[in-house]
């Protein structure tokens, strides 16, 4: 009897360790005596949770579980395990493409149906909630489950046991209404609410745990996964037998069917269940009011019948939510403005005119405001909604100088002066002689009336006329008759140009009002100004009157202030010399390239050289060339010069852009040599400020591009001509012209080859230059008909010159 007393002791003793290990494996500090091979299954899907929620791997913690005993073996054993073990629980229905898995213990079907905007019944009111894929009313399983939610076959329930003892298990309710727990028994719950199931689960199960009887472990009964079940619509776009969840609505079955048929009504919709009319659904509650007291849930074998409407008519115009509306009985035309959330800002609400149908035509009624509560909407009738007329019922106006123009109320018997108080009085530039009224008459037109401003303000109601709803009146300014006068200011002031002219303007305030004189300005100024006379001096020539004087150019403050008029024209003279050092810059083959300023006005190409240290003794004076800056008005010479081109020839664009983006400079040949023997020589230029002399490094190389067979440099000889050179890269390929080859010499200047009779002329070459042999233009060849018309046309011709001498 001991010895059994030991054994049962030692095999509790491992049960218990071996449920602790499963629990929390990773917190265990001796795991020697774990022996993978008896743990169940259930405890391996415990560590795979325990793993899970610790975002580790069993690869991860293995090194940490082989420290605290556990083999090498039993750790391979417990991996391979786990790698098999099966996900229970809400995993297992993970992977069913058919389930719509919550993370709050729940599990639905997933259904679905795809809904295709309807164009033709797209204005009746409330199709807009149908046909929207965004909408679908699905039950919301994140919520808790309903304490009145009715179980039947085909639910599952979550059963958990928690505390001392555990115990957790899924258990479906089979198709006779039962569900099965392991050591309980089975359990009759079809029919029963959730809430009653659950303490009936509890009850059951306490007679089996007594830690649950005791208080010590508690019972958790969740409803896991949702049933489907079966119910019929008719009368919808879609009508047919659904498969639905039990939590479904009777919007969520409506929105799968896409809502009522084309004549289907969405006031008086049926939801017939036990072949009664359980629910009368009105969609109008839930669009207008947002009341969802319609919205009821579902059962089994539940009927959605959509009957035809019986009324309904149409809006138009100025209303919020235009569209066409189903009426019930009883209903009235405010009833029908509430549904679509009343007139616009811009609604004529005095009445509204009702298109109605009788028995052979149609007729027009009226319907004044006082009639809205009471008309009764007829099925078919158009109702329009016309704007508010563009014009004001008390509205008059006041502008020019006074403090505040603008628009104002008009009241019967307002005259000028009030409104003008209104306008908070006159400002000080009002011309008091004159006002006007400009007049609505009852015909439309208008009519200017008159008004003395100064007598209708001292109180003489005769001329403070009394006003009319419409009136435009206008107060003049003494400014607006004053001409705008003007003075100008050219010359060697910072900012020349056109001025306003002020009364005692005098040249002082003009020259320091333009930023001052420049330091070009000379101590000369000129004034002209105009010459006014009632009468024409045909022996006066003069067309105006100039005034010569000096001024202290370093001074902007003149000791003679001269007074200026209208329109005066005052010109500040530059003084004689005033010219900022100019450079020009040398660079190459020279002693001390740079930039040089221009010291003269006639300083030439070899005395800027010679300021530079002469050239140096690699100098090639073969290739020395000036390159000067294309100006913008040399170029604006050749867009101004008309070439009599077709309308759609670009060669004058095409040499503006060469100018402008390529050349950029113009080159001059220097000849040095003729310059040193003759400084008069033509070579020996005046230079401009902004020119470059570059004289070239001797270079014994000969360059041949273009149309050749080789693009090289071949070493100078002398006395070797043109063709030499090009014959030393292999001559010309097959598209190059020889007879046009030219040559460009180091200082810039070219030379081409001439042709006289059979005798051609080659132009010499010097080191450094540079032989270009340009292709041939295309030619048209002539086809055989066309050489067969030639010779026709020769026969022919040769018939006539015989038969002419016969």
Same mark, same amino acid.
């Given at each position: 009897?001991?010895?059994?007393?030991?054994?049962?002791?030692?095999?509790?003793?491992?049960?218990?360790?071996?449920?602790?290990?499963?629990?929390?494996?990773?917190?265990?500090?001796?795991?020697?005596?774990?022996?993978?091979?008896?743990?169940?299954?259930?405890?391996?899907?415990?560590?795979?949770?325990?793993?899970?929620?610790?975002?580790?791997?069993?690869?991860?913690?293995?090194?940490?579980?082989?420290?605290?005993?556990?083999?090498?073996?039993?750790?391979? #054993?417990?991996?391979?395990?786990?790698?098999?073990?099966?996900?229970?629980?809400?995993?297992? #229905?993970?992977?069913?493409?058919?389930?719509?898995?919550?993370?709050?213990?729940?599990?639905?079907?997933?259904?679905?149906?795809?809904?295709?905007?309807?164009?033709?019944?797209?204005?009746?009111?409330?199709?807009?909630?149908?046909?929207?894929?965004?909408?679908?009313?699905?039950?919301?399983?994140?919520?808790?489950?309903?304490?009145?939610?009715?179980?039947?076959?085909?639910?599952?329930?979550?059963?958990?046991?928690?505390?001392?003892?555990?115990?957790?298990?899924?258990?479906?309710?089979?198709?006779?209404?039962?569900?099965?727990?392991?050591?309980?028994?089975?359990?009759?719950?079809?029919?029963?609410?959730?809430?009653?199931?659950?303490?009936?689960?509890?009850?059951?199960?306490?007679?089996?745990?007594?830690?649950?009887?005791?208080?010590?472990?508690?019972?958790?009964?969740?409803?896991?996964?949702?049933?489907?079940?079966?119910?019929?619509?008719?009368?919808?776009?879609?009508?047919?037998?659904?498969?639905i969840s039990s939590l479904a609505t009777v919007y969520n079955a409506l929105h799968l069917a896409g809502g009522p048929g084309k004549n289907g009504s969405y006031r008086n919709i049926e939801l017939i269940r036990n072949n009664k009319v359980y629910k009368n659904v009105d969609i109008y509650r839930f669009l207008v009011k947002g009341d969802q007291s319609d919205n009821v849930g579902l059962k089994e074998n539940d009927v959605i019948r959509i009957p035809a409407y019986s009324n309904r008519v149409t809006l138009e115009g100025e209303v919020k939510r235009p569209g066409i509306f189903e009426m019930k009985k009883g209903e009235n035309f405010s009833d029908l403005l509430n549904f679509a959330s009343g007139f616009n800002e811009f609604a004529y609400t005095a009445s509204v005119s009702v298109v109605q149908k009788t028995a052979k035509e149609f007729k027009v009624h009226?319907?004044?405001?006082?009639?809205?509560?009471?008309?009764?909407?007829?099925?078919?009738?158009?109702?329009?909604?016309? #704007?508010?007329?563009?014009?004001?019922?008390?509205?008059?106006?006041?502008?020019?100088?006074?403090?505040?123009?603008?628009?104002?109320?008009?009241?019967?018997?307002?005259?000028?002066?009030?409104?003008?108080?209104?306008?908070?009085?006159?400002?000080?530039?009002?011309?008091?002689?004159?006002?006007?009224?400009?007049?609505?008459?009852?015909?439309?037109?208008?009519?200017?009336?008159?008004?003395?401003?100064?007598?209708?303000?001292?109180?003489?109601?005769?001329?403070?006329?009394?006003?009319?709803?419409?009136?435009?009146?206008?107060?003049?300014?003494?400014?607006?008759?004053?001409?705008?006068?003007?003075?100008?200011?050219?010359?060697?002031? #910072?900012?020349?140009?056109?001025?306003?002219?002020?009364?005692?303007?005098?040249?002082?305030?003009?020259?320091?009002?333009?930023?001052?004189?420049?330091?070009?300005?000379?101590?000369?100024?000129?004034?002209?100004?105009?010459?006014?006379?009632?009468?024409?001096?045909?022996?006066?020539?003069?067309?105006?009157?100039?005034?010569?004087?000096?001024?202290?150019?370093?001074?902007?403050?003149?000791?003679?202030?001269?007074?200026?008029?209208?329109?005066?024209?005052?010109?500040?003279?530059?003084?004689?010399?005033?010219?900022?050092?100019?450079?020009?810059?040398?660079?190459?083959?020279?002693?001390?390239?740079?930039?040089?300023?221009?010291?003269?006005?006639?300083?030439?190409?070899?005395?800027?050289?010679?300021?530079?240290?002469?050239?140096?003794?690699?100098?090639?004076?073969?290739?020395?060339?000036?390159?000067?800056?294309?100006?913008?008005?040399?170029?604006?010479?050749?867009?101004?010069?008309?070439?009599?081109?077709?309308?759609?020839?670009?060669?004058?664009?095409?040499?503006?852009?060469?100018?402008?983006?390529?050349?950029?400079?113009?080159?001059?040949?220097?000849?040095?040599?003729?310059?040193?023997?003759?400084?008069?020589?033509?070579?020996?230029?005046?230079?401009?400020?902004?020119?470059?002399?570059?004289?070239?490094?001797?270079?014994?190389?000969?360059?041949?591009?273009?149309?050749?067979?080789?693009?090289?440099?071949?070493?100078?000889?002398?006395?070797?001509?043109?063709?030499?050179?090009?014959?030393?890269?292999?001559?010309?390929?097959?598209?190059?012209?020889?007879?046009?080859?030219?040559?460009?010499?180091?200082?810039?200047?070219?030379?081409?080859?001439?042709?006289?009779?059979?005798?051609?002329?080659?132009?010499?070459?010097?080191?450094?230059?540079?032989?270009?042999?340009?292709?041939?233009?295309?030619?048209?060849?002539?086809?055989?008909?066309?050489?067969?018309?030639?010779?026709?046309?020769?026969?022919?011709?040769?018939?006539?010159?015989?038969?002419?001498?016969?």
């Open positions: 009897m001991k010895k059994l007393i030991y054994v049962f002791t030692l095999f509790s003793i491992f049960l218990l360790s071996s449920n602790a290990i499963a629990q929390d494996i990773l917190k265990s500090k001796d795991l020697s005596t774990v022996k993978v091979d008896y743990l169940s299954d259930d405890q391996l899907s415990k560590i795979s949770a325990q793993l899970k929620s610790n975002n580790t791997t069993i690869e991860q913690v293995e090194q940490a579980l082989l420290s605290k005993g556990m083999s090498q073996t039993e750790y391979n #054993k417990l991996k391979a395990r786990l790698n098999d073990v099966k996900p229970v629980g809400n995993d297992a #229905k993970s992977n069913n493409p058919q389930m719509n898995t919550q993370d709050y213990g729940k599990v639905q079907d997933k259904f679905s149906n795809e809904k295709v905007k309807d164009s033709a019944n797209a204005l009746i009111f409330g199709s807009e909630l149908f046909d929207n894929p965004n909408l679908n009313f699905e039950s919301d399983l994140k919520l808790a489950t309903p304490v009145n939610y009715v179980l039947g076959p085909g639910d599952e329930l979550q059963i958990s046991i928690y505390g001392v003892q555990e115990f957790n298990a899924s258990s479906p309710v089979s198709s006779e209404g039962r569900i099965s727990i392991q050591y309980v028994g089975q359990i009759t719950v079809a029919g029963m609410s959730i809430e009653a199931a659950t303490q009936k689960i509890k009850a059951a199960i306490s007679k089996v745990y007594s830690t649950v009887r005791s208080g010590q472990s508690q019972v958790s009964v969740v409803l896991n996964q949702i049933r489907t079940i079966k119910i019929t619509i008719v009368g919808g776009k879609q009508p047919g037998n659904y498969s009226d319907i004044n405001e006082s009639e809205y509560n009471s008309y009764l909407p007829q099925s078919g009738d158009v109702f329009r909604i016309t #704007k508010i007329l563009n014009r004001f019922e008390n509205r008059i106006k006041i502008e020019g100088a006074v403090f505040r123009p603008d628009y104002y109320s008009f009241t019967q018997g307002m005259r000028v002066s009030d409104l003008i108080t209104r306008a908070e009085g006159l400002k000080e530039d009002a011309y008091g002689k004159r006002a006007r009224i400009v007049r609505l008459k009852t015909d439309l037109t208008t009519e200017i009336v008159n008004v003395d401003l100064d007598s209708a303000l001292s109180g003489d109601l005769n001329a403070d006329l009394e006003l009319k709803r419409e009136d435009i009146v206008t107060i003049y300014s003494i400014l607006d008759f004053r001409e705008e006068y003007k003075v100008t200011i050219d010359g060697e002031v #910072k900012n020349p140009g056109e001025y306003e002219f002020l009364e005692n303007l005098t040249l002082n305030d003009l020259i320091v009002q333009v930023g001052g004189l420049t330091g070009s300005a000379s101590k000369r100024v000129e004034i002209a100004r105009m010459i006014k006379s009632d009468f024409i001096d045909d022996s006066d020539p003069k067309r105006v009157e100039l005034v010569q004087f000096e001024i202290t150019a370093d001074n902007n403050e003149q000791a003679k202030n001269f007074v200026l008029k209208p329109f005066d024209v005052v010109n500040i003279r530059r003084i004689a010399v005033y010219e900022k050092p100019q450079m020009v810059v040398i660079k190459g083959a020279v002693a001390y390239p740079g930039k040089y300023v221009l010291a003269n006005k006639k300083e030439t190409v070899y005395n800027v050289v010679m300021r530079a240290g002469g050239l140096t003794s690699v100098a090639n004076i073969e290739g020395m060339k000036i390159k000067r800056p294309i100006k913008q008005d040399e170029i604006d010479k050749i867009k101004s010069v008309d070439l009599n081109l077709a309308n759609n020839d670009t060669l004058n664009e095409k040499v503006v852009q060469k100018l402008e983006e390529e050349l950029k400079y113009a080159t001059i040949p220097v000849d040095w040599e003729k310059i040193m023997k003759d400084k008069r020589h033509y070579s020996n230029v005046t230079l401009f400020p902004g020119d470059e002399i570059e004289v070239a490094v001797y270079n014994e190389g000969v360059k041949v591009t273009g149309n050749v067979l080789l693009t090289s440099e071949i070493p100078y000889r002398s006395g070797k001509g043109f063709k030499y050179y090009i014959n030393s890269v292999g001559g010309v390929d097959n598209k190059g012209w020889k007879k046009k080859a030219y040559i460009i010499y180091p200082n810039g200047k070219a030379d081409v080859t001439k042709s006289f009779l059979f005798f051609r002329t080659y132009p010499k070459v010097y080191p450094d230059s540079q032989i270009v042999v340009p292709e041939k233009p295309e030619t048209h060849k002539m086809s055989t008909g066309e050489w067969v018309t030639i010779g026709s046309l020769l026969t022919s011709l040769s018939l006539v010159i015989l038969t002419a001498f016969k």
